[in-house]
């Protein structure tokens, strides 16, 4: 089982290694950094500053993070 394939878009290089007689993919490497779009989140409200504060936001990717308030729809 492959883990992580939300955060990966086309074009992405993964390293892969299986055995050559059983075709089972022994170990696939995944880039350590991605560049990704943020498609949707809801705006930041004023004055939400004074804690760590969360929200939900939503890459190109289909992928659900949580980031700061201060992020919004369409930065990278």
Known sequence: LITGV??????DVVT??????????LYAEMPIKVVLRIDYTEPGLRGDT??????????????????????????L
């Open 16 to 25: 892969v290694v299986s055995d050559a007689s059983t075709a089972t993919i």
């Open 6 to 11: 939300d955060y990966m878009k086309e074009g």
């Open 50 to 75: 004074a804690t760590n504060t969360l929200k939900d936001a939503t890459l190109e990717t289909g992928a659900k993070i949580r980031v700061p308030l201060f992020i919004e729809t369409g930065e």
